[in-house]
């Protein structure tokens, strides 16, 4: 874990990786594999957050939204078929599901993973079940509390390297020289989804689509773990490592 920490330090987010408490990263061991599901309203933070535990765990980030908006870049069938996803509609939970499952039956999941933006619906987390079932991931729900009222803030502070895709935000994690991105010097810009104008049918979809997916799993006994996302993103790494990680090997536990 830490040599992958260490190497982690020199891609993006740096900033935000010196102020880690680093005692906390190094001693960081998960007795089990885990399927971190990272979850919120858009803007709390879930993309920051999965960047630095990745470079943390070594655990793959996966990110349907990068995923897809990757697919929308290139003009692929899948992207064609998800191209609402620019005007904030839910891409179609076929091509999502299929995205992450293939994407999991490669290796470096096995020892556990990090989902941000998935599932989104309730038939997305009915597929993901059986897949983390399969691979003996535990899911842990780690669900980011943030006030809508914060959401249009957050959205239109946010921006990222169109280079290496570092997220920054205006206010609370700002680059050092504007507009331009601390790890690469590439250009800085923002979503064109984060329009103020879509974001009313984004947090819509969220209300109606997505919060369901919290309820379902907490009636199904999958393990939540809640935490404020307006915390210094450093902070909150530190305390989500905290909660879900434990300090001792488990073949060493009595
Ligand atoms: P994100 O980067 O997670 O904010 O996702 C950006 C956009 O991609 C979302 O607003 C959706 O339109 C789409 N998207 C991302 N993940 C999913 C998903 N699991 N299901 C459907 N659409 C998604």
Redesign the pocket.
């Known amino acids: 874990m830490r040599a992958g920490f260490v190497d982690a330090a020199r891609r993006p987010n740096i900033v935000v990786l010196s102020q880690l408490n680093t005692a906390v990263a190094a001693s960081f061991f998960a007795s089990k594999p885990l399927a971190l599901l990272l979850y919120g309203v858009?803007g709390s933070g879930?993309?920051t957050l999965g960047k630095m535990l990745s470079q943390v765990t070594a655990w793959p980030h996966i990110?349907?939204?990068?995923l897809?908006r990757k697919h929308v870049a290139e003009g692929t069938s899948t992207g064609q078929a998800s191209a609402g996803?620019l005007r904030?509609?839910?891409?179609p939970?076929y091509i999502?599901n299929n995205l992450v499952a293939s994407r999991m039956r490669e290796a470096d999941c096995r020892r556990g993973v990090i989902l941000?933006?998935?599932?989104?619906?309730l038939e997305?987390t009915m597929d993901l079940l059986p897949v983390l079932r399969r691979l003996n991931l535990e899911p842990v729900l780690v669900r980011l509390n943030l006030d809508y009222t914060e959401v249009v803030h957050r959205l239109q502070a946010r921006c990222h390297c169109q280079t290496c895709g570092a997220i920054y935000n205006l206010v609370h994690l700002p680059p050092r020289l504007a507009g331009s991105c601390d790890q690469c010097g590439g250009r800085l810009v923002a979503r064109e989804?984060d329009q103020v104008d879509l974001l009313s049918k984004?947090i819509e979809q969220y209300l109606t689509l997505t919060a369901p997916v919290a309820r379902f799993l907490e009636a199904s006994s999958v393990r939540v773990e809640e935490f404020s996302a307006t915390e210094a993103p450093s902070r909150l790494l530190t305390a989500v490592l905290t909660r879900i990680g434990t300090e001792t090997p488990s073949d060493e536990l009595p």
């Open positions: 858009p879930k993309g990110s349907t939204g990068d897809l996803i904030g509609a839910y891409a939970d999502v941000d933006g998935y599932p989104r619906t997305q989804d984004r």
